[in-house]
């Protein structure tokens, strides 16, 4: 079974102005003369982490990471009391990443893309498919309306009570159908005293259920206030607006990428992102490599998932397009 490759640290990086006072950090790291591909993390409102880098041979990529709008190293951060996440929306990091490639001198990429980042990936390719070499997914997530209720508004909740009587503590009044618009009310609210507890109980949620067992340490670095702040505004603003897609927009464009090799991996016990929104997507794309983990959550360095993304990249390295 395949595992890290070892750990490695940029040898460039930098912060890009991408329009509406907005930058965003990215970073290199591998081999300058390498394939470039591209990680998108989750979230939305996640960040860029060394272990992200470690997924790709570096004697044969030239990895790229970046924070997305708002988050990490980004600038202005959503986490700030009157954070305005008026231009951050899937368009406006879809752009993003072509000015990124740009500023890189990039033609084509592979993009690579779990949970969150695997709807950014599909939105990407869909609006660029010339500029992408391969996609490898994982965790698939495309912000229907069916997938945002099973895990916030009460289904999912039935498989940690424990921890969704957390979360739905923070808004008493709300009721299925409602915690995210509740969760908006709380999470924008400028007094610390108001949103900073709310973000980390929706941090907390999410990172209590992305594991197959308990992860006290992932939940912890979720948990973090400023970090669990940002991620869940941003979360929160792309959820109450569906992405800005239209429902199954995802999944109907598909067949626009049936000519880009693609790599999909879910795991069997993602409650986060349910298997079958995977299965769907495999369906629109018969010639995919499709890959169900048997014994899987959500994240991707579960082993078996780990395993099933490095076997991909290691398989691409070798492809030239």
């Not at 950090?25 to 409102?45: C, D, F, I, M, R």
């Not at 592979?110 to 070499?133: C, E, I, K, M, N």
């Not at 709310?198 to 979720?222: K, M, N």
Request: aromatic letters at 12%; proline letters at 8%.
């Amino acid at each position: 079974m395949r595992t890290f490759y070892p750990e490695l640290e940029p040898y460039d990086r930098g912060n890009l102005e991408v329009g509406d006072g907005q930058t965003i950090y990215w970073e290199t790291s591998g081999n300058p003369q390498g394939k470039p591909a591209v990680y998108l993390h989750g979230g939305p409102g996640g960040t860029s982490t060394p272990n992200q880098r470690r997924v790709f041979d570096p004697e044969l990529y030239r990895i790229i990471l970046l924070d997305q709008r708002g988050t990490g190293r980004s600038t202005p951060h959503a986490s700030e009391p009157h954070a305005d996440l008026a231009a951050n929306t899937t368009w406006h990091l879809v752009s993003d990443l072509e000015k990124l490639r740009e500023h890189l001198g990039i033609d084509r990429w592979q993009v690579f893309g779990g949970s969150w980042g695997s709807a950014l990936a599909l939105a990407y390719a869909q609006t660029h498919p010339d500029r992408v070499t391969e996609l490898v997914l994982r965790g698939i997530f495309t912000l229907r309306e069916s997938e945002l209720f099973w895990f916030y508004e009460g289904p999912a909740g039935q498989l940690f009570p424990e921890v969704w009587s957390q979360f739905v503590a923070q808004v008493p009044d709300a009721v299925p159908g409602g915690y995210r618009a509740a969760y908006h009310e709380r999470l924008f609210n400028p007094d610390p005293a108001v949103h900073t507890p709310a973000g980390v109980a929706w941090a907390t949620w999410e990172a209590s259920a992305i594991t197959l067992l308990p992860r006290p340490d992932v939940v912890a670095t979720f948990a973090e206030p400023k970090h669990a702040v940002a991620f869940a505004r941003i979360e929160n603003h792309y959820f109450q607006n569906q992405g800005w897609f239209e429902d199954r927009q995802l999944l109907r464009d598909a067949h626009m990428l049936r000519d880009i090799p693609t790599v999909i991996v879910q795991g069997r016990y993602d409650v986060c992102t349910p298997p079958v929104t995977a299965w769907e997507l495999s369906r629109e794309l018969p010639d995919a490599q499709f890959t169900i983990v048997p014994d899987a959550g959500h994240a991707f360095d579960e082993p078996g998932i780990l395993s099933a993304l490095i076997e991909a990249t290691d398989r691409f390295a070798q492809v030239t397009r």
